[in-house]
């Protein structure tokens, strides 16, 4: 073909087109696979990283799954946020989730081209048939699967063109000559885009048609590694100790590995030639077996090491988490449901009261928050949250376990009771998470609440901690005289929440105060409060008389509890 005169002459519109596919295709692939895998990802992670082996497994399966190695960080993040996940584990998921997401990349290196579009086809066929959603997602997945390939066969034949533009031979010299340039546009690049497959599959498109060196696609990929590290920052801002740490690691990771091929790009460039050789392999699978290669031996030289990054991360990033690793935990023996039920209900109740402390300290935190403007209180309250609902739902399929034995009325009872009680601590935990983002919209207004409004929910609050105390006391000991006394506190605080409405209508009408957030956000913080103070009461209430779940489905919080009916029989 004749040289093209200028880069008006490539065919931009196909570049842009097939591009937005392969990226569309990525991610509808990746979050199908999310969807059609469940809900219980994070659950997995959680339950099996009990040793580095099996966490660098589950990185890679999880990476595998959702198209992305930064998705994977991130869940782990999160999950050392919550107080679910040690450090030690989160290092070795984020060894294995670099390795999944090449699966991407090998796929591509099949280069099903002429396939893509029937297997488009099916995918449609399968999703406009389809009536249940696993069925619908799993149609989406083909989808992703085709267009994925699609897209980049269009960007391709456009991107054939560039070696033909005047200029763009001398860039590609200066890539193969500079590795370090190339790495630094595909850390750029990736950190922009934030997803390393796209870019890798990018990389694989640009060498399949010569228009760049495999020296240039080898930094390039290098680069990419250290661009996806920038959605696990973002995760960990805010975030706990350990996180960051987390994050950090991530980025130490990544940079480090990726420096120690750019020093040895030519023998490793030598070496996936003798690959691509011996096994017959075609230039895109070439790119996806250098990337998988890339990032197993950095697996393999981290993996022995890791007790050793932990010690260095503490070094780093020296402190303690206000919050304590230990704090999330509990313990349930499966065993003792189907054995012990009663003894089991015991282990139930014990992990609730570990709740009813989490929940206790979200709301001092969100207390704390409104008197101080520090923005640790909101982390905080957030990252309590993460830990309070991993727990509920944990505490919820284990009472539904107990719930499925043959139970005496008595232990039917407390079965009851400790289901509905565990249901309102979840509640008082995202109530005081809405108090936080009522502040938190407060002070971003640059707006500050009265001196009497912030006397007033200083006092709210005091009062609420006290009926706290109450409620776990009466849960915990069944002490009928607190709950007595309870009765008296919750009328006061519903005469409070009353008056304090009053007054705060009264200064905006004789006062002529203007409207401003905190004016408009006073009566529904007034109300997230007397909430508390409610599903505080029902904790004590449901301890003496808790609502038979078999007869009816009522429960005394702000939204049904929906019971399945299997538990039940």
Same mark, same amino acid.
């Given at each position: ?8 002459? =490539? ?6 087109? #097939?591009? +937005? *596919?392969?990226?569309? /295709?990525?991610?509808? &692939? !990746? %979050?199908? $696979? ?101 069925? =619908? ?6 989808? #992703?699967? +085709? *267009?994925?390939?699609? /897209?980049?066969?269009? &960007? !391709? %034949?456009? $991107? ?112 996936? *030639? ?124 284990? *009472? ?170």
């Amino acid at each position: 073909m004749s040289e093209l005169s200028s880069w008006s002459q =490539i065919d931009w519109h196909l570049i842009a087109g #097939g591009l +937005g *596919l392969f990226l569309f /295709g990525v991610k509808l &692939m !990746g %979050d199908s $696979l999310t969807k059609f895998a469940g809900t219980k990802i994070r659950d997995y992670i959680e339950k099996y990283t009990s040793n580095p082996l099996m966490a660098v497994l589950v990185g890679i399966i999880m990476a595998g799954l959702i198209q992305s190695s930064s998705a994977a960080t991130v869940i782990a993040i999160s999950l050392v946020r919550s107080g679910l996940m040690g450090l030690n584990q989160a290092i070795a998921i984020i060894l294995g989730a670099n390795i999944g997401t090449t699966v991407t990349a090998i796929l591509i290196g099949f280069q099903l081209d002429y396939l893509a579009y029937f297997i488009l086809l099916i995918g449609v066929f399968i999703a406009l048939m389809a009536s249940k959603k696993k069925t =619908i997602y799993l149609g989406e997945v083909i989808i #992703g699967f +085709g *267009l994925l390939f699609i /897209g980049l066969n269009i &960007m !391709g %034949d456009a $991107l054939k063109e560039l070696q033909y533009i005047p200029g763009f031979s001398d860039i590609v010299i200066r890539l193969s000559k500079q590795p370090i340039l190339a790495a630094l546009i595909g850390a750029a690049v990736t950190g922009v885009i934030q997803s390393s497959s796209a870019i890798v599959g990018i990389i694989q498109t640009l060498y399949a048609t010569q228009s760049i060196s495999l020296v240039a696609a080898l930094g390039l990929v290098f680069g990419a590694n250290i661009g996806t590290t920038v959605t696990a920052a973002l995760a960990a801002v805010g975030g706990s100790l350990a996180a960051r740490r987390t994050s950090l690691f991530h980025f130490i990771f990544n940079v480090s590995v990726s420096i120690l091929f750019l020093a040895i790009i030519g023998p490793y460039e030598h070496f996936i *030639l003798y690959l691509t050789e011996a096994f017959h392999l075609n230039s895109m699978m070439t790119v996806a077996v250098a990337h998988f290669l890339f990032n197993f031996i950095g697996m393999v030289i981290f993996l022995p090491i890791i007790p050793k990054c932990v010690q260095l991360l503490k070094k780093i990033m020296p402190g303690k988490d206000r919050l304590d690793l230990e704090f999330g935990k509990i313990q349930l023996d499966e065993a003792m449901v189907k054995t012990f039920p009663s003894v089991a209900l015991v282990q139930a109740k014990t992990a609730i009261l570990q709740v009813a402390d989490i929940s206790l300290k979200s709301l001092e935190s969100s207390k704390q928050y409104l008197i101080t403007k520090d923005k640790k209180y909101f982390n905080e309250v957030n990252q309590l949250e993460d830990m309070i609902n991993s727990l509920d739902t944990k505490i919820e399929s284990y *009472l539904l376990k107990i719930a499925k034995q043959s139970l005496s009325e008595e232990l039917a009872d407390e079965y009851s009771a400790n289901l509905q009680v565990q249901k309102n601590f979840e509640r008082i935990g995202d109530l005081s998470q809405n108090l936080v983002e009522y502040f938190e919209m407060i002070y971003d207004a640059g707006e500050s609440l009265q001196e009497e409004a912030m006397t007033e929910l200083t006092s709210i609050y005091e009062l609420l901690i006290h009926m706290y105390a109450e409620g776990v006391a009466v849960f915990k000991d069944g002490d009928h005289h607190i709950f007595e006394v309870m009765k008296e506190d919750e009328n006061n605080l519903n005469h409070i929440e009353y008056k304090l409405r009053a007054s705060h209508f009264r200064r905006l009408t004789s006062q002529h105060e203007e409207a401003t957030v905190a004016t408009s956000l006073f009566v529904d913080i007034l109300g997230a409060l007397e909430r508390i103070g409610d599903h505080t009461f029902n904790i004590a209430r449901l301890t003496f008389d808790p609502i038979k779940t078999h007869g009816e489905k009522t429960l005394l919080t702000d939204e049904p509890l929906e019971v399945p009916s299997e538990a039940l029989n």
